[in-house]
């Protein structure tokens, strides 16, 4: 059991919770096919307290690495963009929206992927192992995902219509690689 300290292994403690991130994103997108959105919502929690949490080991435990680094961003973006890009646009968009409307919000969908994207590759090109800074310069990809689930149920409880998600999507897209400061727990 030694791998699960050794920062070298694939498989050490920090990479194992990762893994657990992927894989509740994973069963989230088949819950979506489903149109069961309260267990995918349910399972991307899951996977967003597994991606806090292997942080914290992998820096308790000094077991960081570039794998990590690497590993970690691809969780982040099946759990933190693709899937809440995933539901609301099986949620809300076709559900609620045709013609033009759909074909907009299919757009702002793959802009805030792009984006979503695009930030996960330029944090981990100026990602250094072991290192973590105070600030993040644009929104996360986990808070662009929590705001995204906000933007969902403010539809969901009829706060919202569906155009007003399309904007508030292209919004929270915009913001991931903005130049706004956002603390780092």
Known sequence: MKFLYNASSHFNLANLFTFVNITAGLTATYFITQNNFFIAIILAWIGGAFDIFDGKIARKYKLSNEFGIQ??????????????VFLIFQAVYTTSLSGMWIIAAAIVSIYYVISGLRRLIHFNINAHVGEVSKFFTGVPTPLGAIFLWIVYLAHTYALIPAFAVIALMALIGWSLNSTVKVPHP
Do not use: G, R
């Not at 961003?73 to 899937?83: K, Y």
């Open 71 to 84: 590993l970690d961003s691809f969780a982040d973006f099946l759990s933190f963009v693709l899937v809440p």
